[in-house]
Protein backbone atom coordinates (compact mmCIF):
# COMPACT_ATOMS: atom_id res chain seq x y z
CA UNK A 1 0.00 0.00 0.00
CA UNK A 2 1.17 3.55 -1.10
CA UNK A 3 2.77 5.83 2.13
CA UNK A 4 0.22 8.05 1.14
CA UNK A 5 -3.82 7.87 2.82
CA UNK A 6 -6.22 8.16 -0.54
CA UNK A 7 -9.48 8.49 -0.67
CA UNK A 8 -11.07 6.87 -3.97
CA UNK A 9 -14.29 9.41 -3.92
CA UNK A 10 -17.14 7.17 -6.48
CA UNK A 11 -20.45 8.68 -7.53
CA UNK A 12 -23.01 5.56 -8.35
CA UNK A 13 -23.82 4.61 -11.56
CA UNK A 14 -26.70 5.56 -14.12
CA UNK A 15 -29.95 5.40 -12.52
CA UNK A 16 -33.69 5.11 -13.58
CA UNK A 17 -34.17 8.34 -13.09
CA UNK A 18 -30.91 9.60 -14.09
CA UNK A 19 -32.43 8.00 -17.46
CA UNK A 20 -35.66 9.56 -17.42
CA UNK A 21 -33.92 13.00 -16.12
CA UNK A 22 -35.84 13.17 -13.17
CA UNK A 23 -34.19 14.30 -9.62
CA UNK A 24 -33.54 11.98 -7.42
CA UNK A 25 -31.74 13.80 -3.99
CA UNK A 26 -33.14 12.10 -0.98
CA UNK A 27 -35.70 9.97 -3.12
CA UNK A 28 -34.06 6.90 -4.54
CA UNK A 29 -33.96 4.68 -8.24
CA UNK A 30 -32.93 1.30 -9.31
CA UNK A 31 -29.39 1.18 -10.93
CA UNK A 32 -29.61 0.66 -14.66
CA UNK A 33 -28.11 -2.42 -15.97
CA UNK A 34 -25.66 0.50 -18.01
CA UNK A 35 -24.94 1.68 -14.43
CA UNK A 36 -24.15 -1.95 -13.38
CA UNK A 37 -21.69 -2.18 -15.89
CA UNK A 38 -20.17 1.35 -15.14
CA UNK A 39 -19.65 -0.19 -11.82
CA UNK A 40 -17.93 -3.20 -12.83
CA UNK A 41 -15.60 -0.81 -15.08
CA UNK A 42 -15.18 1.18 -12.19
CA UNK A 43 -13.80 -1.66 -10.14
CA UNK A 44 -11.71 -2.81 -13.23
CA UNK A 45 -10.14 0.43 -12.90
CA UNK A 46 -9.54 0.18 -9.44
CA UNK A 47 -7.81 -3.19 -9.66
CA UNK A 48 -5.72 -2.14 -13.02
CA UNK A 49 -4.24 0.52 -10.59
CA UNK A 50 -3.48 -1.80 -7.77
CA UNK A 51 -5.89 -0.09 -5.85
CA UNK A 52 -5.73 -1.01 -2.15
CA UNK A 53 -8.12 0.06 0.48
CA UNK A 54 -8.55 -0.75 4.48
CA UNK A 55 -12.33 0.94 4.53
CA UNK A 56 -15.30 1.11 2.17
CA UNK A 57 -18.66 3.27 2.87
CA UNK A 58 -21.34 4.68 0.84
CA UNK A 59 -24.35 6.77 1.12
CA UNK A 60 -27.04 4.34 2.28
CA UNK A 61 -29.41 5.45 -0.49
CA UNK A 62 -29.95 2.25 -2.59
CA UNK A 63 -27.74 3.62 -5.90
CA UNK A 64 -25.19 4.40 -3.92
CA UNK A 65 -25.33 1.35 -1.59
CA UNK A 66 -25.66 -1.40 -4.63
CA UNK A 67 -22.92 0.53 -6.75
CA UNK A 68 -20.46 -0.48 -3.70
CA UNK A 69 -21.75 -3.86 -3.27
CA UNK A 70 -20.76 -4.24 -6.90
CA UNK A 71 -17.19 -3.30 -6.99
CA UNK A 72 -16.87 -5.48 -3.84
CA UNK A 73 -18.00 -8.30 -6.05
CA UNK A 74 -15.74 -7.35 -8.52
CA UNK A 75 -12.43 -7.03 -6.31
CA UNK A 76 -11.96 -10.36 -4.28
CA UNK A 77 -9.18 -8.41 -2.15
CA UNK A 78 -12.33 -6.04 -1.02
CA UNK A 79 -14.25 -8.53 0.48
CA UNK A 80 -12.92 -8.92 3.86
CA UNK A 81 -12.68 -4.71 3.93
CA UNK A 82 -14.63 -3.33 6.50
CA UNK A 83 -18.27 -1.06 5.39
CA UNK A 84 -20.51 0.62 6.30
CA UNK A 85 -23.65 3.16 4.99
CA UNK A 86 -22.49 6.96 6.07
CA UNK A 87 -25.68 9.12 6.35
CA UNK A 88 -23.14 12.18 6.15
CA UNK A 89 -22.87 10.71 2.51
CA UNK A 90 -26.37 11.08 1.71
CA UNK A 91 -26.96 13.19 -1.60
CA UNK A 92 -28.67 17.02 -0.90
CA UNK A 93 -31.86 17.35 -0.62
CA UNK A 94 -33.59 19.30 -3.36
CA UNK A 95 -37.26 19.51 -1.19
CA UNK A 96 -40.28 19.21 -3.56
CA UNK A 97 -38.64 18.99 -6.69
CA UNK A 98 -37.96 15.23 -6.28
CA UNK A 99 -39.28 13.12 -8.41
CA UNK A 100 -40.12 15.51 -10.64
CA UNK A 101 -38.49 16.35 -13.71
CA UNK A 102 -35.37 17.88 -13.88
CA UNK A 103 -36.20 20.56 -16.23
CA UNK A 104 -38.67 22.04 -13.99
CA UNK A 105 -35.89 22.74 -11.53
CA UNK A 106 -34.99 26.64 -11.31
CA UNK A 107 -31.40 26.10 -11.44
CA UNK A 108 -28.90 23.59 -11.94
CA UNK A 109 -29.06 20.31 -9.29
CA UNK A 110 -25.27 19.89 -9.63
CA UNK A 111 -25.07 23.28 -7.53
CA UNK A 112 -28.25 24.67 -6.30
CA UNK A 113 -26.50 26.59 -3.47
CA UNK A 114 -29.17 27.86 -0.99
CA UNK A 115 -32.31 28.57 -4.14
CA UNK A 116 -33.80 25.73 -2.82
CA UNK A 117 -33.88 25.99 0.70
CA UNK A 118 -37.40 27.93 0.64
CA UNK A 119 -38.87 24.62 -1.13
CA UNK A 120 -37.27 22.25 1.61
CA UNK A 121 -33.88 21.62 0.27
CA UNK A 122 -30.80 22.09 2.03
CA UNK A 123 -28.48 24.92 2.71
CA UNK A 124 -25.14 24.85 0.33
CA UNK A 125 -22.57 24.78 3.69
CA UNK A 126 -24.77 22.33 5.69
CA UNK A 127 -24.31 19.81 2.87
CA UNK A 128 -20.63 20.37 2.39
CA UNK A 129 -20.22 20.45 6.09
CA UNK A 130 -21.75 17.04 6.28
CA UNK A 131 -19.87 15.10 3.66
CA UNK A 132 -16.31 16.99 4.79
CA UNK A 133 -16.72 15.92 8.31
CA UNK A 134 -18.40 12.37 7.32
CA UNK A 135 -15.06 11.61 4.66
CA UNK A 136 -12.24 13.44 7.39
CA UNK A 137 -13.65 10.92 10.04
CA UNK A 138 -13.93 7.57 7.80
CA UNK A 139 -9.64 8.46 6.62
CA UNK A 140 -9.05 9.74 10.45
CA UNK A 141 -10.40 6.15 12.08
CA UNK A 142 -8.22 4.19 9.26
CA UNK A 143 -4.73 5.55 9.96
CA UNK A 144 -2.66 4.63 7.05
CA UNK A 145 -5.36 2.75 5.03
CA UNK A 146 -6.93 3.90 1.90
CA UNK A 147 -10.50 4.67 1.91
CA UNK A 148 -13.16 4.17 -0.90
CA UNK A 149 -16.77 5.55 -0.67
CA UNK A 150 -19.33 5.61 -3.03
CA UNK A 151 -21.76 9.06 -3.20
CA UNK A 152 -23.85 11.03 -5.19
CA UNK A 153 -22.74 13.87 -7.97
CA UNK A 154 -23.99 17.00 -5.90
CA UNK A 155 -22.32 16.34 -2.75
CA UNK A 156 -19.51 15.42 -4.39
CA UNK A 157 -19.70 18.66 -5.84
CA UNK A 158 -19.45 19.61 -2.62
CA UNK A 159 -16.48 18.25 -1.19
CA UNK A 160 -14.72 19.22 -4.32
CA UNK A 161 -15.60 22.46 -3.76
CA UNK A 162 -14.32 22.51 -0.15
CA UNK A 163 -10.99 21.58 -1.30
CA UNK A 164 -10.60 23.50 -4.71
CA UNK A 165 -7.85 25.53 -4.09
CA UNK A 166 -5.88 22.70 -3.01
CA UNK A 167 -6.17 20.73 -6.25
CA UNK A 168 -3.29 19.30 -8.64
CA UNK A 169 -5.96 18.56 -11.48
CA UNK A 170 -8.33 20.43 -14.06
CA UNK A 171 -11.99 21.03 -11.64
CA UNK A 172 -13.88 22.09 -14.21
CA UNK A 173 -14.81 18.61 -14.88
CA UNK A 174 -18.28 16.88 -15.15
CA UNK A 175 -18.70 14.11 -12.88
CA UNK A 176 -20.82 11.19 -14.93
CA UNK A 177 -21.28 8.16 -13.15
CA UNK A 178 -19.16 6.23 -11.56
CA UNK A 179 -16.49 8.77 -11.88
CA UNK A 180 -13.83 8.55 -9.47
CA UNK A 181 -12.29 11.32 -7.27
CA UNK A 182 -9.25 10.36 -6.54
CA UNK A 183 -7.61 12.67 -3.15
CA UNK A 184 -4.57 12.72 -1.09
CA UNK A 185 -5.13 13.07 2.25
CA UNK A 186 -2.46 14.22 5.38
CA UNK A 187 -3.50 13.47 8.39
CA UNK A 188 -1.68 16.34 10.18
CA UNK A 189 -3.92 19.02 9.32
CA UNK A 190 -6.97 17.23 7.91
CA UNK A 191 -6.83 18.12 4.42
CA UNK A 192 -7.53 16.80 0.91
CA UNK A 193 -5.78 17.37 -2.41
CA UNK A 194 -7.21 16.22 -5.29
CA UNK A 195 -4.69 14.48 -7.89
CA UNK A 196 -7.33 12.95 -10.46
CA UNK A 197 -10.88 12.37 -11.51
CA UNK A 198 -11.49 9.82 -13.90
CA UNK A 199 -14.41 9.44 -15.72
CA UNK A 200 -15.49 6.24 -17.30
CA UNK A 201 -15.92 7.78 -20.97
CA UNK A 202 -12.69 8.84 -20.99
CA UNK A 203 -11.21 5.37 -20.35
CA UNK A 204 -13.40 4.25 -23.31
Same mark, same amino acid.
Given at each position: ????? =????? =? ?48 ? +? ?5 ? +? ?8 ? %????? =? ?52 ? =? ?9 ? +? ?9 ? %?? +? ?29 ? %? ?12
Amino acid at each position: MSTMQ =RLYLM =RHGQTEYNLKGLVQGHCDSPLTQKGIDEAREAARWLADQNVEIGYACSSP +LGRAHDT +LSIVIDENPA %FASVP =RADEPGLIERCYGTYEAGPMADMPISPWNPHDELVACGGDRELDARKRIVEALT =RAMDEHPGQNV +LAVAHGAIITQ %FK +LAWESRATCPQDVFLGNCCILVFDYDPKDHT %FTNTRIVNQADQA
